[in-house]
């Protein structure tokens, strides 16, 4: 039930971006990156839009709003997110470098 609200919402922030990015003369797509880190990228941004679907709220709430309040999801949402984020940064620079 929530999907359905919330498609048509992220449908319509992108098509809304591109379709600014249009008018304004301003959408040059370019691949800087190699595509495997574009890959990489990519599938980190699955995993992570998997996460928020499975927790109730988002990272920022997690660490600007349920922190302080202490509450138990949160709390478990920062300690999996640290050490997540400071191994994932370990990895990507040894396979980048």
């Known amino acids: 039930m929530v999907a359905i609200v919330q498609l048509p919402l992220i449908v319509g922030i992108v098509f809304g971006a591109f379709a600014s990015a249009r008018l304004l003369g301003e959408f040059r797509p370019h691949w800087l ?11 980190g941004g699955v995993i992570m839009a998997l996460g928020s679907r499975m927790t109730p709220g988002c990272n920022l709430w997690h660490i600007m709003g349920g922190l302080q309040l202490l509450t138990i999801q949160s709390i478990l949402f ?7 984020a400071w191994l994932g ?3 990507l620079q040894k396979i980048l470098i």
């Open 33 to 43: 990156l190699p595509p495997r880190q574009v890959g990489m990228v990519f599938f």
């Open 89 to 91: 940064s370990r990895l």
């Open 78 to 84: 920062v300690t999996g997110l640290l050490p997540g």
